[in-house]
């Protein structure tokens, strides 16, 4: 037989539209023509056009159709004497014999040129996959291995043209492994969650994990999930694997609940196929209540792209899930098209932003503003949210700052398998040194973080849910009542300046110094904050902090156990005095200099002193000497009556002043001395303060009536 008499073969099943092989015929031509010999081992090409489907769109189905047959047209006019089908659609196949690759490599690059002059403008391409027979393989085989070589390229920018190769094979026979032995790896314990680490921006604590799954196979080493979440989706097997981890999960829960463990709510991810291939909800829920794990314990991850479908049975799932007391998270927000619709339409408890956007965090500034603007919008929208793929310290920092309040990713640690052996007293991970424990977040703190997390300290209305103030880039800090300690929890940019111009220079500043008692203010502030802490309604206060007057709005956000969270929305008010009344308060202070005859200024850290006021009667002691002991020692030796000249000093000894002004309960101690010159009684008044990081003391000296 000769390949015309092959043809008539087919003949007869004809495709309507191009007058090509229908893929029937072309089946029964390829049998035929493999059970020959002495033909040439031919070479099946897989071709599809991408852009068509836009095509149809713009221009209608009959332009459409006048497209394929131009297509066709080249087909035959290039591959000439092969055989060619169509396989529907913009989808074709041609077994060529004689043509080698350069040659088909060739003339699919002028069919592509040509086409130029019919797609109208919108650059469509022709994408190949080309399988080289042995000469033994199926026709169905040959297909196949053309269509994966062309799957390889689909999505790409740059290759219109993939040959099946080893690499393809080997991929190719994975996933052939993976269909065939997946039920009974499964059963055999080779497919497992690890767990990767969530954790908590403002305290650093491991506040949940996210379980993915891994394949541990004792012949292919470690499958990732990017390899067989695919294949088992196209399998329709996933809700198998997805159930079986959730299984896996909910076992381990309960292990660590009976071992007294400190555990922490687990994600685990759906796909959007669970949803079409099983009844998800009632298959979890049975697991979940058949091990007696409360469903707060479960959060579900479903990716964004799910929704894209706008699935009914998906929405409703999600509604029995949302009413059993499950949290539903959004993964890979941003990652796909109708982000803004899904944020818009659902009400998601998480939402987790795609790691794409930490993609280029360090090179490009356009990544931290729109990270920023997604973290506020969403917590507009009463969402929380979680960055994910967070891997170097200052992309933790960053987000910390904008107010994301959980973060996963390399920098806390990858996913890791559990290491039930070893968990004695907290959960350890294979690999992990005991001392790595992590702290774990306890339950009443969840709720109280996500309180305090849900204020949205970027916006222009960060407590707007509750009371509707509305605050324009005002100092606003987050702080913390423990016991009686004060505690900055996070302050934002603003509010790093309004310490600043107090002399305080950060929050660590702040928050050590909040907590030294006998300063008026943190005595006072702390009082205020119990106050407002007990009536549970905003208060108002000003404080005078080194020298400036702020005034402070405090809100309370959230209590749990021994502590309290406020946000504090504060001001400087000296700032807008100054312009008003700096003049008078110029002439106020130099009348009130006048009563005194000098006044010095001691620092307790570095143990100097400087004079600040000095009437016309005094001599510059400082003016020789700094060194606070040696001044004081000269002065007294100048001006004060012999026989009080040592408890003149003792009085001035700025070692033991601190506890002596502690120890009378007030700010200050006074002494009183007689002159050298004229023996009238003087009044010396030390008065102990902060000024920027350094304690001071204030030495005022004024002489008293002779009736005083
Ligand atoms: P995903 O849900 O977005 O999970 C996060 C992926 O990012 C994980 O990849 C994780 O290992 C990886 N990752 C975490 N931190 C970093 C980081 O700092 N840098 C980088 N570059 N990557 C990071 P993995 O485990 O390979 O999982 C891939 C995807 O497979 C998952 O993406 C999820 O969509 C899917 N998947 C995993 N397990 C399951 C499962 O049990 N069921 C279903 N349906 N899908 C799963
Ligand atoms: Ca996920
Ligand atoms: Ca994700």
């Known amino acids: 037989m000769k390949m015309n008499d092959l043809t008539k073969i087919g003949a007869g099943q004809y495709d309507a539209l191009t007058g090509l092989y229908t ?36 221009y209608g189905f009959e332009a459409g159709n006048h497209f394929l047959c131009e297509i066709a047209d080249e087909l035959r006019r290039h591959f000439d004497g092969d055989w060619i089908a169509r396989l529907g659609g913009d989808r074709f196949i041609i077994e060529t014999f004689g043509k080698n690759l350069t040659a088909i490599e060739g003339s699919l690059s002028a069919i592509q040129a040509n086409m130029r002059l019919y797609e109208r403008g919108l650059l469509m391409r022709i994408k190949s996959g080309i399988f080289v027979s042995s000469g033994t393989e199926s026709p169905m085989h040959m297909i196949d291995c053309a269509k994966l070589a062309h799957d390889t390229i689909e999505d790409s920018y740059t290759k219109d043209i993939a040959v099946y190769d080893e690499k393809i094979a080997k991929s190719q026979s994975l996933r052939h492994y993976i269909v065939t032995d997946f039920v009974e790896a499964k059963s055999s314990g080779y497919i497992m969650p690890f767990y990767q680490r969530e954790v908590r921006a403002l ?75 099983c009844d998800v909800f009632d298959e979890v ?111 933790y920092e960053f987000l910390r700052r904008i107010g994301c309040e959980r973060l996963q990713g390399y920098y806390f640690g990858k996913p890791m398998a559990l290491d039930f052996e070893h968990s004695t007293t907290s959960i350890v991970f294979e690999g992990d040194s005991a001392a790595k424990a992590h702290a774990h977040e306890k339950e ?39 016991d009686d300690n004060i505690h900055f929890l996070y302050a934002n940019a603003a509010y790093g300046k309004l310490l600043k111009g107090t002399g305080i220079e950060s929050l660590t ?27 549970g309604r905003t208060g108002v206060m000003d404080f005078v902090i080194n020298g400036k007057i ?27 005095n100054e312009t008003r009344q700096a003049k008078d308060m110029q002439v106020v202070l130099s009348y009130l200099l006048t009563l005194f005859f000098r006044i010095d200024l001691f620092d307790l850290d570095d143990g100097t002193v400087d004079n600040v006021f000095l009437s016309s009667s005094q001599g510059r002691v400082t003016d020789e000497d700094t060194d606070a002991a040696s001044a004081v020692a000269k002065y007294a030796e100048k001006y004060i009556t012999p026989a009080e000249q040592g408890n003149f000093c003792k009085f001035y000894d700025m070692t033991t002043v601190e506890e002596r002004i502690k120890a009378a309960k007030d700010r200050y101690v006074s002494a009183i001395f007689h002159a050298k010159s004229d023996n009238r009684r003087q009044i010396y008044q030390l008065l102990i303060f902060h000024m920027g990081t350094h304690k001071k003391v204030l030495s005022c000296c004024r002489s008293l009536k002779r009736r005083d």
């Open 444 to 482: 009443s703190m969840r709720r109280y973080y996500d309180m305090v997390g849900g204020v949205n300290v970027m916006g222009a209305a960060p407590l707007r849910e509750k009371d509707m103030l509305v605050y324009n880039n005002l100092p606003i800090t987050i702080i913390e009542l423990i």
């Open 23 to 58: 893929a029937t015929s072309f089946i029964t031509l390829m049998d035929v023509s493999n059970a020959l010999d002495g033909l040439e081992h031919p070479t099946l090409i897989y071709i599809n056009i991408t852009g068509f489907k836009i095509f149809n769109q713009s």
């Open 203 to 277: 305290t650093g604590e491991c506040a949940g994990y996210e379980a993915l799954a891994r394949w541990v196979d004792p012949t292919n080493g470690l499958i990732m999930p990017g390899l067989f979440i695919g294949v088992l989706e196209n399998a329709h097997l996933i809700h198998q694997l997805d159930l079986h981890i959730i299984r896996c999960v909910i076992k381990d829960l309960r292990r660590a609940i009976d071992r007294g463990l400190p555990v922490v709510p687990v994600s685990v991810n759906l796909s959007r196929h669970d949803f079409l291939l």
């Open 550 to 576: 702020i005034a402070t709005e405090l809100h309370p956000i959230a209590s749990a156990d021994n502590r309290s969270a406020f946000v504090a929305v504060s001001h400087d008010v000296s700032q807008y």
């Open 509 to 535: 500043a702040a928050d050590s110094r909040a907590n030294i008692r006998g300063i008026k203010e943190n005595d006072e502030f702390l009082a205020f904050a119990k106050r407002v802490k007990e009536s």
């Open 285 to 395: 829920n049975s697991l979940r209540a058949a091990n007696d794990i409360p469903p707060q314990l479960l959060n579900i991850e479903i990716t964004e792209g799910a929704f894209a479908e706008g699935a009914a049975d998906l929405i409703e799932a999600i509604e029995k899930f949302k009413a059993a007391g499950y949290k539903i998270w959004m993964d890979d927000f941003g990652s796909g098209t109708s982000t803004l619709n899904n944020l818009r339409q659902h009400d998601f408890d998480v939402v987790k932003l795609d790691m794409n956007f930490l993609r280029d965090f360090e090179t490009n500034p356009k990544c931290k503003v729109i990270l920023a603007s997604i973290v506020s919008m969403t917590k507009e929208l009463g969402s929380h949210t979680l960055c994910e793929g967070v891997e170097t310290k200052e992309q």
